[in-house]
């Protein structure tokens, strides 16, 4: 059983940065590969971004490319998702999800394991 947190979320501006964070439990952490997703008021939930066990390898959505990085440190079993230039339409709850096969990492059916979510608001 993997638990996952998420923190970091808040109110930033249009423009701003923030750093989510997500803190998985258990032994199996280096060996998943991780995504987070986000949900916007009304909408369907969508991928952001991935990376594998390794972090070797990185996804994201066209939305966020250029914009949002996503990383990790197995050592400390936290998975980051850096998110700059900021806007409105970022606005949503953002989830982090662990242990989805390659190369499903974009479809959150594939996911085992996820986190209860933290809140991005973005105000213009």
């Known amino acids: 059983q993997v638990q996952l947190v998420e923190s970091g979320g808040g109110l930033v501006q249009a423009g701003g940065s923030l750093r989510l964070s997500c803190a998985a439990s258990?032994?199996?952490?280096?060996?998943?590969?991780m995504g987070w997703f986000r949900r916007a008021p009304g909408k369907e939930r969508e991928f952001v971004s991935a990376?594998?066990?390794?972090?070797?390898?990185?996804y994201y959505a066209d939305s966020v490319k250029g914009r949002f990085t996503i990383s990790r440190e197995n050592a400390k079993n936290t998975v980051y998702l850096q998110m700059n230039s900021l806007k409105p339409e970022d606005t949503a709850v953002y989830y982090c999800a662990a242990n989805a096969p390659y190369p499903h990492y974009a479809d959150g059916q594939y996911y085992n394991y996820w986190g209860q979510g933290t809140q991005v608001t973005v105000s213009s």
């Open positions: 990376v594998s066990w390794s972090g070797g390898n990185t």
């Open positions: 258990g032994r199996s952490f280096s060996s998943y590969a």
